[in-house]
């Protein structure tokens, strides 16, 4: 059965695939997947490779390179859960690639339902890297992931027991929101304030000072660079402005 599931996948195009029962998903911040779906068992965990987008100095190809990898995985992640649900009569639910996320002042949106890093490792497609991104053994760092749980009973793939980053230490001098200083943590607020400088902070800032602000300067606020692309940010849900600790790395990119 692991076979089939592995055949389809690749055939729609996607890099590669892993299979991980749930009893080896360890994600200690993460909520219980039975709290998500019970009867849960396992997770078909699916690897994309990113486009070279993350390369450009101009955000908007970087950005748009990541929505396009994130439209694929999406609509990939919906075919591989119909055809577990058509081919074996089992239940299936996505785990989106980024949003939607728990939105609240207290987690601040930086933790996800499912951690699809922590499902990777379990699922063998790689193991964390001193930027603290998942990093396949083939594709390198920069790799995206989704999955799909299932209440299939399904065995994990060994997992990779060589550790794949070198500790060269670029992508740590490379951050720009020193963001990676403390090995084995991200500095989410650090990171987010220039990966995503459009994001809710700024949103909530921009409209405090609308409100407090007399008509003209309103008027005057509208016309300002930071209006626009606050606007923009909020209907394409973020754009990112930072790729560095991705595209910095070395490994896959020999
Ligand atoms: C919220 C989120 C963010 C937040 C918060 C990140 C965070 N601290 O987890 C912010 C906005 C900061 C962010 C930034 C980025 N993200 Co993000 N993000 C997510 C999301 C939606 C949820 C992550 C989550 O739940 N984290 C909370 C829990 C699970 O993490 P944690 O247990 O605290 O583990 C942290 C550390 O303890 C450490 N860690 C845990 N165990 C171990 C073990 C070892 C040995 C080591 C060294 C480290 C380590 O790693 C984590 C990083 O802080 C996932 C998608 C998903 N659903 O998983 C994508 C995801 C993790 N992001 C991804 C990417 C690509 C990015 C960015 C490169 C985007 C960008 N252009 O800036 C940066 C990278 C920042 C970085 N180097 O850490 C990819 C990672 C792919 C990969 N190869 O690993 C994911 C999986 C999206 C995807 N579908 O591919 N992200």
Not at 83 to 92: D, H, S, Y
Not at 204 to 229: G, H, L, Y
Request: contains cysteine; aromatic residues 10%; charged residues 25%.
């Amino acid at each position: 059965m692991k076979e089939k599931i592995k055949e389809f996948v690749l055939s729609l195009g996607v890099d590669d695939v892993g299979i991980a029962s749930i009893k080896d998903y360890k994600s200690p911040r993460s909520p219980d997947l039975q709290s998500i779906f019970p009867g849960a068992k396992s997770l078909v965990v699916l690897a994309y490779k990113e486009l070279s987008n993350c390369e450009s100095e101009n955000m908007q190809i970087a950005t748009g390179g990541r929505l396009d990898t994130l439209e694929f995985a999406r609509s990939s992640n919906y075919r591989v859960a119909r055809f577990l649900e058509r081919e074996f009569k089992a239940k299936a639910m996505t785990v989106p690639p980024s949003y939607p996320l728990y939105m609240s002042y207290e987690t601040k949106g930086t933790l996800g339902d499912v951690s699809l890093r922590h499902a990777a490792i379990a699922a063998g497609l790689g193991n964390f890297g001193r930027h603290n991104l998942v990093i396949h053994p083939k594709i390198g760092t920069r790799v995206a992931f989704t999955a799909v749980m299932t209440n299939l009973d399904l065995s994990s793939d060994p997992p990779v027991s060589e550790r794949l980053c070198t500790d060269c230490n670029i992508c740590v001098e490379n951050c720009p929101a020193h963001a990676l200083d403390e090995e084995g943590k991200t500095d989410d607020m650090k990171c987010l304030k220039i990966s995503q400088p459009y994001g809710i902070g700024s949103a909530i800032r921009f409209w405090t000072k609308f409100a407090e602000s007399s008509t003209e300067d309103q008027k005057k606020m509208v016309k300002d660079v930071n209006f626009w692309r606050l606007y923009q940010a909020g209907f394409i849900g973020f754009q990112y402005f930072c790729f560095n600790c991705m595209k910095s790395c070395p490994i896959g990119q020999e």
